[in-house]
């Protein structure tokens, strides 16, 4: 991330929303909207011309979907993240967006403050999930018990369901950010899932 704004790219059919969003963003001064889209092709361009640190993506655009744009975004090998901006709180939607590679998952009726923190958050490694999003992933699927973790395991998924940066996590553990890597990447593998979005829920779903 630059050291001294969020980049982001906004990616929406609708003008007017873009608008607004980039009139809200453009108002703080720690975010910075670096490029624009109106569908899913456009904002895998952008996002290979561009590099930003955040896409704030639609779900329902014309031509390529906001899910497999958000596939195609992570597939490209680039650090961008994408937090998902959307009217639909359907599990299917919810699911197949999570699924792909968000991070995050907002509504479009949420509060002007939130979308900003969302952001942020997002920035900070973190993942900003709407209350029925949260939901939905929560009940999705029965996964495995933390006797399939070691004792570091549990602590740092612990440490991720809180929100903590591999950083912060190993500065907490008093471990390297190298084997909190590693200790993610086994946890992952044994439980299951595919990022730390979804670590982190299935520590709150095994209250850990």
């Known amino acids: ?30 975010i910075e909207v670096v490029g624009e889209a109106g569908n899913g092709d456009e904002a895998l361009e952008r996002v290979r011309a561009l590099e930003p640190d ?11 979907d906001g899910v497999t744009a958000t596939r195609q975004i992570k597939e ?30 907002l509504l479009k009726d949420a509060d002007p403050d939130d979308v900003l923190a969302g952001i942020r958050a997002v920035a900070r490694g973190e993942s900003p999930i709407h209350p029925k999003a949260a939901r939905a992933l929560l009940g999705a699927r029965p996964g495995p018990t933390r006797a399939q973790l070691t004792n ?11 929100g903590l940066a ?5 500065r ?31 520590a709150e779903r095994n209250r850990i």
Do not use: C
């Open 1 to 30: 991330m630059s050291e001294d704004k969020i980049r982001v790219v906004l990616v929406d059919d609708h003008a007017v929303i873009r608008a607004g969003l980039a009139q809200l963003l453009g108002g703080t001064p720690d």
């Open 172 to 202: 907490r553990l008093d471990i390297s950010e190298r084997t909190v890597k590693a200790h993610l990447t086994s946890a992952f593998s044994r439980i299951g899932v595919a990022d730390r979005t979804q670590a982190a829920l299935w």
């Open 166 to 170: 591999n950083k912060q996590i190993a």
């Open 152 to 162: 570091r395991e549990v602590e740092v998924l612990a440490l991720v369901r809180e």
């Open 54 to 64: 955040v896409v704030l993506m639609d779900l329902q655009m014309p031509g390529t």
């Open 76 to 105: 490209s090998g680039l650090s961008t993240d994408v937090l998902v901006l959307t009217s639909f709180s359907d599990n299917e939607r919810i699911l197949g967006a999570m699924d792909a590679g968000a991070v995050g998952y």
